[in-house]
């Protein structure tokens, strides 16, 4: 048969290879080639879990602090529960997602630099990450600021829009503690010391419980103590893992303030920018969703349920972002080690054992259709509107099982800006345009703007499908070599 080609950035891939040869296995046909695939998926799966299972535990216990801010604001009433929920999904998320994308130039770079063995790398890269990341924070202060008037301008309703402006300017500490919580996340995890973020984030887990408990339920302190309180918890995990990093945990990688951080800035920034553009026109993808949300009839009831699954969504989504990181560090130690074929054999064992996970939760959010949005509020036309959007949540959360593991592969190898170009086709050319024809045109509703703008999601994933599949593995691995070496030298 003949063989076609596709072009990822210089390079030819051949398109169709040899099922045998995509597994790498090796040895005899018959049982011993079965024992060898195996001893092969048991050993990656071990690699993979040491990174994912605390990285699972440490993003599940992170989100479950927005969740339960944004369930005891839920129960404060309606007006409260919208207001939180467009801060935490519009406002914060929108910088969220920026600043998680551009602290994730450090998956490809540590995890590179980890696998090639140039430890002292790593420290210089996170003290680079810091510095770009802090500007960058700086200037996305106007978001907070003027938040009032910008989601008015956005058509949200004015009790809403003002009363989110307030919570939006007391969570400023939080989006500073994105600036350095971030970079530091993926230092330690490059180094598979994701144990030591678990721990961290457990202990804040605990303190946020107790503090909402007692300031917004006893004390009935309202809205404010709500967003005081979660930037108290995002700023204990800062200072735990920084305290761990530079007071002797990380002996190899960190050797104290370098000026050496200020140096190759240029290629730094352009490597996070791609990354930022990447990953936050994902993480967008779905706050647009709510923003377009609140211009439909009976808004508020409207917005509420769709943060509801938005937050449920998002509370699963933890574990596929364990995978996405896990996949990134995966892919690129190997790279780095220079071995192609093992980057490729971690991307198809983590796609596979993400996938039969996100089949469970699918199932279980069918089953509970009609129970899952008790944790978040008491009223019945809230919950109605959920159990309406169950079967849509539940196919998105199947759909998101694939997605963010192969963007860490995209990661992993540093083909951040490439996936960035296809992040603006299908989402926001395919996917918003699609969402806004299903729900005006077709008088859909948010039913209809989310089922809409899950076609601009699923061509995204087949598209990263065919591209990792084509991926030439060994070439990927010499392009890490000399791209790891320029930015050395830089």
């Known amino acids: 048969m003949e063989k076609k080609d596709i072009r990822i950035g210089a390079e030819k891939v051949p398109l169709l290879q040899n099922f045998s040869e995509t597994l790498e296995l090796k040895g005899d046909v018959g049982d011993n080639v079965n024992q060898d695939l195996t001893t092969r998926v048991w050993i990656e799966s ?11 535990f440490s993003r599940v216990a992170a989100y479950s602090m927005l969740v339960i801010t944004q369930a ?13 929920s467009i801060v935490l ?65 956005l058509g949200q309703p004015d009790d809403v829009a003002e009363q989110s402006g307030l919570v939006a300017i007391w969570m400023i500490p939080i989006h500073f503690s994105f600036t350095f919580q971030f970079p530091l996340q993926r230092f330690l995890q490059s180094q598979l010391k994701n144990a030591v973020i678990a721990w961290v984030t457990l202990v804040a887990l605990i303190i946020h419980i107790f503090n909402s408990w007692f300031f917004v339920y006893r004390l009935q302190l309202g809205l404010i103590s709500t967003a005081v309180i979660l930037n108290l918890s995002w700023w204990i995990m800062v200072w735990g893992m920084l305290a761990y990093s530079i007071c002797g945990g990380c002996p190899l ?8 951080a200020f140096s190759g800035l240029w290629e730094f920034l352009k490597l996070s920018a791609a990354s930022g553009v990447m990953l936050c026109l994902e993480n967008w993808y779905y706050r647009i969703l709510v923003l377009m949300t609140g211009n439909l ?20 989504l933890m574990i596929p972002l364990a995978f996405f990181a896990g996949t990134g560090v995966r892919v690129a130690n190997e790279l780095g080690a220079g071995n192609g074929k093992g980057a490729r ?38 919950i109605n509107a959920v159990d309406k959007l169950a079967i ?31 992040n603006i086709g299908c989402y926001y050319i395919i996917g918003v345009p699609l969402g806004i024809v299903m729900g005006w045109v077709f008088h859909l ?45 830089g």
Request: glycine content about 8%.
């Open 89 to 153: 999904n519009v406002v914060l998320g929108f910088d969220f997602g920026l600043l998680l994308g551009m602290a994730s130039a450090l998956e490809t770079l540590c995890g590179q630099a980890y696998g090639a063995k140039k430890y002292s790398m790593l420290g210089v890269y996170m003290q680079r990450s810091w510095i770009v990341l802090f500007i960058c924070s700086v200037l996305l202060l106007p978001l907070y600021i003027f938040a009032t008037p910008i989601l008015k301008l």
């Open 46 to 56: 071990k690699k993979l879990w040491n990174i994912v299972g605390p990285a699972i």
């Open 345 to 382: 054999f971690a991307t198809i064992v983590s796609v596979v054992t993400s996938i039969l996970i996100g089949v469970v939760f699918c199932v279980l959010i069918v089953a509970l259709h009609d129970k899952i949005a008790f944790i978040f509020t008491s009223s019945t036309e809230v």
């Open 297 to 316: 009839k009976n808004a508020k009831i409207a917005v509420d349920a769709l943060s509801v699954c938005q937050s449920i969504n998002g509370w699963e």
């Open 253 to 260: 990688t960190w050797s104290g303030f370098s000026t050496q």
């Open 445 to 489: 509703g948010v039913m209809g703007i989310w089922s809409g703008m899950i076609g601009g999601t699923a061509v995204q994933t087949l598209i990263l499908v065919i591209i990792t599949i084509r991926c030439d593995w060994d070439k990927e691995a010499e392009k890490a070599s000399s791209h790891m070496e320029k930015l050395s030298s």
């Open 392 to 422: 849509i949540l539940a196919f998105t959360i199947l759909l998101n099982s694939v997605q963010p593991i192969l963007s860490g592969v995209a990661v992993g190898s540093g083909w951040q800006a490439y996936v960035a170009y296809i």
């Open 72 to 84: 005891f604001a839920g129960h404060l009433g309606d007006l409260e529960l919208a207001s939180i």
